[in-house]
């Protein structure tokens, strides 16, 4: 499988604040999933996207799928602290010859202070 | 069920022993995922099931693992003769159809941790 480049690695900020987190690849997707994971669970799906340019919210997240179908980005408004946890990014490109396995970025932590 | 189910939830094995995970996908899902969760984060994708079938295991290891899903059983991961290295926490997904359709997404099991002393 492939690893995709995901950043920032970590972010501490204070509740309230924006996040933003972004995911690239050198091959092309043509679906791109975020995943949240608190410790000692497994990832828990957030937002997909199945076509370029597409831009998709799930409350206080948005996402987009890049017009290239190369990157990904999250955005997370008014941060609390229950954001808390590790944010990954996970192409998946489906087509005939595909296995349909999930390539993960190396997840971006996120701290909220109050 | 509603929920990828995994047992146990941890693991310890001595090195040279046998480990053996357990996964039940949701009902009605008809493929199954294996990934491995290491230190760093990393996700590796070991192999992926259709219904019993071999789906994809390009990400399974030659040696020491294996893998099946049988008939109202639930799905298995065995490692024989397990390494340090092999100390992870191994995540099991499910979907209905793969991926086939557009809408299908994964949904994963909350992990099994093994150690490996």
């Known amino acids: 499988g492939q690893q995709l480049n995901q950043s920032p690695q970590s972010m501490f900020i204070q509740e309230g604040e924006d996040v933003s987190m972004n995911c690239t690849s050198s091959s092309i997707f043509n679906t791109w999933l975020w995943y949240k994971q608190e410790p000692g669970e497994g990832p828990v799906l957030l937002i997909a996207?199945?076509?370029?340019?597409e831009l998709t919210s799930n409350g206080r997240l948005t996402a987009q799928f890049g017009i290239t179908r190369k990157d990904s980005f999250l955005n997370i408004s008014a941060s609390i602290p229950s954001d808390v946890g590790i944010y990954f990014c996970a192409g998946q490109l489906v087509d005939s010859n595909s296995g349909y396995a999930l390539n993960f970025g190396k997840g971006t932590s996120l701290l909220v202070t109050p | 069920g509603e929920e990828v189910a995994q047992t146990p939830k941890h693991l310890v094995r001595g090195e040279g022993q046998k480990a053996k995970l357990y996964c039940a996908p949701i009902k009605g899902h008809s493929y199954v995922f294996w990934y491995q969760q290491v230190l760093k984060n990393e996700f590796k994708f070991l192999i992926s099931?259709?219904?019993?079938?071999?789906?994809?295991e390009t990400g399974m290891p030659k040696e020491r693992f294996s893998a099946k899903c049988l008939p109202n059983s639930p799905c298995s991961l065995e490692i024989q003769a397990t390494k340090l290295e092999d100390s992870a926490v191994y995540f099991c997904?499910?979907?209905?159809?793969?991926?086939?359709?557009?809408?299908?997404?994964?949904?994963f099991g909350p992990g099994t941790r093994l150690t490996v002393l």
């Open positions: 997904a499910s979907t209905p159809s793969g991926g086939a359709r557009r809408t299908d997404t994964q949904y």
């Open positions: 099931f259709q219904n019993e079938n071999v789906f994809d």
């Open positions: 996207l199945y076509k370029a340019g």
